[in-house]
């Protein structure tokens, strides 16, 4: 199966960099947002996220225009019709998925995979609003999608092995390494990943040290790109929160349950880099 036309369902953070990722891969994309205000912010993230990969000399200006001309965009889900396959980046609402993924069924043609980029809900459950639940994926994409060279691919209960072998061609398509995982609340990396943040706010709310700080340690002690406060406002806050809840959820694991600051800062609208506002001011 080769993936000539995708669609984009939803094309926020995320899902921008999705379009991005596989315009830039030569494939059409449809790209889809609830309404025309979404659909005008959808655009201005994929117009300077371009213009940030032509400046940092990771792509032509020509190879840039045209993979932009390849998206095209829409608020109507019908315009998935002629898809292969569908990856859905909307708001973490397992209601809302499921209504979205019971129209896509409907109107998507019969051999085209639907994909979530869920992080956090289960594919068997958004599969189960379908009647190919065999054709259901996740295809999990880490932010900033154009830079980050991994896809976590999620197997659900019911998900066939042709559709993970279809899926599988994307490392190629897309440059990207591939990993594979159950269906487990988190998969492989918020599994690990939302102990190690939740940690870095619990020691914050301790004393242990000051954000700066505790950021300064991981980055330079550890070598990574970010420190983990840092890390959760790029994130967003109000994400990282729903990722922890739905995941304590499952598993009833003091490790995912929230940090109170973390609640309280998502309330007061404290949400990281996207309101102005996180642990640090932008
Ligand atoms: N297109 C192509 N390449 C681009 C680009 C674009 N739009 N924007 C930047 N790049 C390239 C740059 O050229 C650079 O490449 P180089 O190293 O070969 O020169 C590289 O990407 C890094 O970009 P920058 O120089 O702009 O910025 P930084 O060096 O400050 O890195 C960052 C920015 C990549 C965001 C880095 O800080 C980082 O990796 N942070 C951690 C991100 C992370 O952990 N993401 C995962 C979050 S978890 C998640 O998403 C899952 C969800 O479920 C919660």
């Known amino acids: 199966m080769t993936f000539q036309t995708v669609g984009v369902v939803g094309i926020g953070q995320m899902g921008s960099g999705i379009a991005e990722a596989f315009a830039r891969a030569g494939c059409q994309v449809v790209a889809r947002e609830i309404n025309d205000d979404l659909l005008e912010r959808g655009k201005a993230y994929l117009q300077r996220s371009f213009a940030r990969g032509v400046e940092r000399g990771k792509l032509p200006q020509a190879e840039a225009d045209a993979a932009l001309g390849r998206i095209s965009f829409t608020t109507q889900l019908t315009d998935f019709a002629h898809c292969d396959l569908v990856i859905e980046?909307?708001?973490?609402?397992?209601?809302?998925?499921?209504?979205?993924?019971?129209?896509?069924?409907?109107?998507?043609?019969?051999?085209?995979?639907?994909?979530?980029?869920?992080?956090?809900?289960?594919?068997?459950?958004?599969?189960s609003a379908t009647q190919r639940p065999d054709r259901v994926v996740g295809l999990h994409f880490f932010n900033p999608v154009p830079v980050m060279p991994l896809i976590e691919i999620v197997r659900g209960l019911l998900t066939s092995d042709e559709t993970l072998d279809a899926v599988r061609?994307?490392?190629?398509?897309?440059?990207?390494?591939?990993?594979?995982?159950?269906?487990?609340?988190?998969?492989?990396?918020n599994l690990l990943l939302v102990p190690y943040l939740f940690d870095a706010i619990r020691a914050l709310e301790n004393g242990v040290a000051t954000k700066?700080?505790?950021?300064?340690?991981?980055?330079?002690?550890?070598?990574?790109?970010?420190?983990?406060?840092?890390?959760?406002?790029?994130?967003?806050?109000?994400?990282?929160?729903?990722?922890?809840?739905?995941?304590?959820?499952?598993?009833?694991?003091?490790?995912?349950?929230?940090?109170?600051?973390?609640?309280?800062?998502?309330?007061?609208?404290?949400?990281?880099?996207?309101?102005?506002?996180?642990?640090?001011?932008?």
């Not at 061609?169 to 990396?189: E, S």
């Not at 109170?260 to 609208?269: F, I, S």
């Open 89 to 127: 980046a909307a708001t973490e609402n397992m209601a809302l998925k499921k209504t979205l993924f019971t129209e896509l069924d409907v109107i998507c043609k019969p051999e085209a995979l639907l994909a979530s980029n869920t992080s956090s809900l289960s594919i068997t459950e958004i599969a």
């Open 169 to 189: 061609a994307l490392g190629q398509v897309l440059n990207k390494q591939l990993v594979f995982a159950k269906d487990n609340p988190g998969f492989i990396v």
């Open 212 to 282: 700066e700080d505790i950021d300064t340690g991981i980055k330079l002690g550890l070598n990574h790109p970010m420190g983990p406060l840092t890390l959760l406002d790029f994130v967003g806050l109000d994400t990282c929160l729903f990722i922890g809840d739905a995941m304590y959820g499952e598993f009833k694991d003091a490790r995912y349950a929230a940090p109170p600051l973390l609640r309280r800062m998502v309330t007061a609208g404290l949400l990281g880099r996207k309101s102005g506002r996180g642990f640090y001011t932008y």
